[in-house]
């Protein structure tokens, strides 16, 4: 991972930027729907018990995309075999390493209520590997920056998460990294916005 150290005044000036950005697919009006999109909408409320949010909202766009999306994320988050502090710390890794503003907003207070060590989350927010992190940890941050990184992953790391997770578990890490990859990317292309009086967390990587 590229080590973010930037001067407080870039990273002020960062911030107040990126509040700037233009939204360029914010929420769709109730009645600009297409048929397809309002189907798509109610069958995400009744599967998730909330509203089209977050990296859903451009999502929308393809509603057949969102809802297949959708659930993915509903395996990958809740029915994983990897416990949930980690599968959020590599959600984590993976909104550092595009810089995904949203995407860390909304799961850093989850990862944290999970039981991940908040030094660990302070250094990847920061841009660095964490110095302290138990076996799990150093495995799935070698796993997820090895395949950021190097596109791959070593057969060394690979043997050692089917040892401690299974196929399926060295699967579905991949697939985290993927899903939030993919959730990433279109937020950033999208330029989704913060919540409202919300100030980005992640200051820019040093590439």
Same mark, same amino acid.
């Given at each position: 991972?590229?080590?973010?150290?930037?001067?407080?005044?870039?990273?002020?000036?960062? +911030?107040?930027?990126? =509040?700037?950005?233009?939204?360029?697919?914010?929420?769709?009006?109730?009645?600009?729907?297409?048929?397809?999109?309002?189907?798509?909408?109610?069958?995400?409320?009744? =599967?998730?018990?909330?509203?089209?949010? +977050?990296?859903?909202?451009?999502?929308?766009?393809?509603?057949?995309?969102?809802?297949?999306?959708? #659930?993915?994320?509903?395996?990958?988050?809740?029915?994983?075999?990897?416990?949930?502090?980690?599968?959020?710390?590599?959600?984590?890794?993976?909104?550092?390493?595009?810089?995904?503003?949203?995407?860390?907003?909304?799961?850093?207070?989850?990862?944290?209520?999970?039981?991940?060590?908040?030094?660990?989350?302070?250094?990847?927010?920061? %841009?660095?590997?964490?110095?302290?992190? %138990?076996?799990?940890?150093?495995?799935?941050?070698?796993?997820?920056?090895?395949?950021?990184?190097?596109?791959?992953?070593?057969?060394?790391?690979?043997?050692? =998460?089917?040892?401690?997770?299974?196929?399926? +578990?060295?699967?579905?890490?991949?697939?985290? #990294?993927?899903?939030?990859?993919?959730?990433?990317?279109?937020? #950033?292309? =999208?330029?989704?916005?913060?919540?409202? +009086?919300?100030?980005?967390?992640?200051?820019?990587?040093?590439?």
């Amino acid at each position: 991972m590229r080590v973010a150290v930037l001067p407080v005044l870039s990273i002020l000036l960062f +911030g107040s930027l990126s =509040a700037l950005a233009q939204d360029r697919l914010p929420p769709l009006p109730a009645d600009a729907l297409s048929p397809e999109q309002k189907a798509a909408s109610e069958a995400f409320l009744a =599967a998730r018990r909330t509203p089209v949010f +977050g990296p859903f909202v451009p999502l929308l766009r393809s509603p057949e995309l969102m809802t297949n999306a959708s #659930n993915m994320g509903l395996h990958l988050r809740y029915r994983s075999v990897l416990p949930l502090r980690l599968s959020e710390f590599i959600i984590l890794i993976t909104a550092r390493e595009w810089t995904q503003q949203l995407e860390w907003h909304i799961h850093a207070p989850i990862a944290l209520k999970a039981g991940l060590d908040p030094a660990i989350v302070t250094a990847i927010q920061e %841009g660095r590997r964490p110095d302290a992190m %138990g076996p799990e940890e150093t495995l799935v941050y070698a796993f997820s920056t090895e395949l950021h990184h190097n596109k791959a992953v070593s057969d060394t790391t690979y043997a050692r =998460a089917v040892r401690t997770f299974g196929e399926q +578990g060295a699967i579905e890490m991949a697939g985290i #990294n993927g899903y939030y990859t993919l959730l990433a990317m279109s937020m #950033n292309v =999208a330029q989704t916005a913060l919540p409202d +009086g919300a100030a980005p967390q992640l200051p820019p990587l040093i590439r």
